[in-house]
């Protein structure tokens, strides 16, 4: 079936430093990417999403990129901070209106 | 806005028992879906509704497991009779549509079958 592979599974940067998760999706069809956020005990969040029109977005220290023919897209953290410990995962949308998720990356900012 | 409202939070039970998880979407949104989360399989979607209407219950992994949106504010999930495997954190989540829209989701509730 159609899946969304995330890498890697743990990552750990120092403060200040950049992060970068990578996923790969297989359904061709995919046209909305969302990237969330999950904090200790809570639900989700989105942070970001990208739209198959548009290669690149950014939002303040977040920036996520699609590679529509690779069927790649990265998501990009800047001048991380103690905050920015969390769960990400990535996500891609099915033709059938579902969003399949990634397993997740579990980061963890260093000080 | 309250965001969507998910009870209990947590859940211990026995095999064997019925649990029912409850969801209130948040208002206006048309699409309501639920979630199971373990370390092993990750976030799967088990369910999800369109204007109170079950849209894909391809996920629910077997009969045992149920959902209902009886209106526009309130979903169930039920199991029964539960058994350990099903512990999990349980996810209802809601969107104004069900596309390429965010989803909003609740703070879980944590089963725990023994």
């Known amino acids: 079936g159609e899946n969304v592979e995330q890498h890697p599974s743990t990552l750990s940067v120092q403060e200040g430093d950049s992060a970068v998760i990578k996923c790969t999706y297989s359904?061709?069809?995919?046209?909305?990417f969302p990237w969330y956020k999950q904090e200790l005990g809570k639900g989700p969040q989105l942070i970001i999403d990208?739209?198959?029109?548009?290669g690149e977005k950014k939002d303040q220290r977040i920036a996520v990129t699609l590679n529509k023919t690779a069927k790649h897209f990265s998501l990009h953290i800047t001048e991380t901070q103690p905050e920015d410990s969390a769960v990400y995962f990535c996500?891609?949308?099915?033709?059938?209106?579902?969003?399949?998720f990634g397993k997740g990356t579990r980061l963890h900012i260093l000080p | 806005d309250a965001g969507v409202i998910q009870s209990p939070r947590h859940e211990v039970t026995e095999m064997g028992q019925e649990v029912t998880l409850r969801c209130k979407p948040i208002?206006?949104?048309?699409?309501l879906f639920w979630y199971r989360q373990t370390m092993m399989r990750g976030l799967e979607l088990l369910i999800y509704?369109?204007?109170?209407?079950?849209?894909?219950d391809s996920g629910m992994p077997e009969d045992r497991f149920s959902a209902k949106m009886p209106n526009a504010s309130f979903s169930t999930l039920k199991i029964q009779p539960s058994e350990p495997r099903d512990s999990a954190v349980y996810f209802c989540?809601?969107?104004?549509?069900?596309?390429?829209?965010?989803?909003?989701f609740g703070p879980g509730t944590r089963l725990t079958v023994t």
């Open positions: 989540a809601s969107s104004l549509t069900p596309g390429s829209v965010e989803q909003y």
């Open positions: 359904d061709s069809a995919s046209n909305y």
């Open positions: 990208i739209r198959s029109n548009v």
């Open positions: 996500a891609a949308n099915l033709r059938d209106d579902k969003i399949i």
């Open positions: 208002s206006g949104h048309n699409s």
């Open positions: 509704f369109n204007n109170n209407v079950p849209i894909d």
